[in-house]
């Protein structure tokens, strides 16, 4: 058994979008509308069959106070591994 998705809470899936495959060069794996929803999921280009992570838009008032919640306690919502932290810092 594996995880095979996650989500994040993002406030512009367009702009989150972005960041995550122009800035950290994760790959657009699903993309698709009906009416005003919209999924979204990026995954790795190291493992693109493997973990997705949704961007899903936050416009629940309760995923947004927990959103805003974890902020406030310096809570990570996603962890990331890299070989080399710095060389990716740069890169941003």
Do not use: C, H
Request: aromatic share 14%.
């Amino acid at each position: 058994m594996k995880i095979k998705l996650t989500s994040v809470y993002v406030d512009d899936q367009e702009k989150a979008l972005r960041f995550y495959t122009e800035v950290l060069g994760f790959v657009k794996k699903t993309d698709f509308s009906q009416g005003p929803y919209r999924w979204l999921t990026v995954a790795s280009p190291e493992d693109s069959d493997g973990t997705e992570l949704q961007l899903a838009l936050n416009n629940n008032p309760a995923a947004r106070a927990y959103q805003q919640a974890l902020f406030q306690q310096s809570q990570p919502a996603a962890m990331f591994f890299t070989n080399d932290v710095q060389a990716d810092y740069e890169r941003m």
